[in-house]
């Protein structure tokens, strides 16, 4: 049993010798450099995504305050712009508390 101890040791220490050699390899570092790049590319498309979405409801509600200002009805702005009237009734509160500060 101890034998066997001691090959399993070996074998952890080549196996680890070995997994040294593949990462300081150039394909690894490529494939690695590779994999990295892919999920950059992942992070900045998400992000890029989560901008423009928060741009257009930035965008979204200016609409639906200039419209209330200009004495749409709620039914109205719901109707051209997409939103519910509970969402149009929130642009709205938010707007009036904003104005307050």
């Not at 220490?13 to 394909?27: A, F, Y």
């Not at 690695?32 to 979204?60: G, M, P, S």
Request: net charge negative; proline share 0%.
């Amino acid at each position: 049993m101890l034998a066997r101890l001691v090959l399993e040791k070996e074998v952890v220490k080549g196996l680890l010798r070995t997994e040294n050699i593949i990462r300081e390899s150039s394909i690894y570092q490529l494939f690695a450099e590779e994999i990295d790049l892919e999920i950059l590319e992942k992070v900045r498309e998400e992000v890029q995504k989560k901008v423009r979405e928060e741009i257009r409801e930035k965008n979204t509600r200016l609409v639906v305050v200039n419209m209330l200002k200009e004495g749409l009805s709620m039914e109205i702005i719901a109707k051209v712009t997409g939103l519910t009237i509970e969402q149009v009734q929130q642009v709205q509160i938010t707007a009036v508390e904003n104005d307050g500060n």
